[in-house]
């Protein structure tokens, strides 16, 4: 489920958000993935602060509308295959966008990524949770394991 939503004359011109107050129907990075694909579309890449700005925006939007929306991070087309461990790159510079776009923004929380077994890139979403050292965990991007349900 999710409610798909159109904006004319942007790169990407449709969005959908699926978020699951039910933990059972949240899933791992891969299947995510697959699910967008089913749809005919891919994991969201953030290619500007425009694009982030954005999906901030909907994202108030629909915790606005009282649906009850609770903590729950969304994952991200941003991520890195395991085997790249071996090359001289910072880790950072590993992650790559699942749709094949090339953009280099980024829009970290300090301190992520954490890199070693977190491979899988999500977007913060946790307003009821205590700020850390870089704010409100709210639309800050963290690497997180692959396998782990958003």
């Known amino acids: 489920s999710g409610q798909k939503v159109c904006y004319g004359g942007l790169?990407?011109?449709?969005?959908?958000?699926?978020?699951?107050?039910?933990?059972?129907?949240?899933v791992g990075f891969e299947e995510a993935r697959?699910?967008?694909?089913?749809?005919?579309?891919?994991?969201l890449s953030l290619?500007?602060?425009?694009?982030?700005?954005?999906?901030?925006?909907?994202?108030?939007n629909l915790t606005k509308s009282g649906s009850g929306i609770s903590d729950g991070d969304f994952w991200i087309g941003l991520w890195r295959s395991g085997n790249e461990l071996?090359?001289?790159?910072?880790?950072p510079n590993l992650y790559k966008w699942a749709d094949g776009s090339i953009s280099p923004f980024r829009n970290w929380y300090t301190d992520e990524p954490s890199c070693?077994?977190?491979?899988?890139?999500?977007m913060y979403h946790q307003p009821?949770?205590?700020p850390g050292l870089g704010g409100?965990?709210?639309?800050?991007?963290?690497?997180?394991?692959?396998?782990?349900?958003?």
């Open 11 to 26: 790169k990407h011109s449709c969005y959908k958000l699926a978020y699951f107050q039910d933990l059972s129907r949240r």
């Open 34 to 43: 697959q699910a967008c694909e089913m749809d005919g579309g891919a994991l």
């Open 47 to 60: 290619e500007s602060e425009a694009e982030q700005q954005l999906i901030e925006n909907m994202l108030q």
């Open 86 to 91: 071996a090359t001289s790159s910072p880790c």
């Open 116 to 122: 070693g077994s977190e491979a899988c890139v999500v």
């Open 128 to 130: 009821t949770a205590n």
């Open 136 to 150: 409100p965990y709210l639309y800050q991007w963290n690497d997180d394991r692959c396998n782990m349900k958003h």
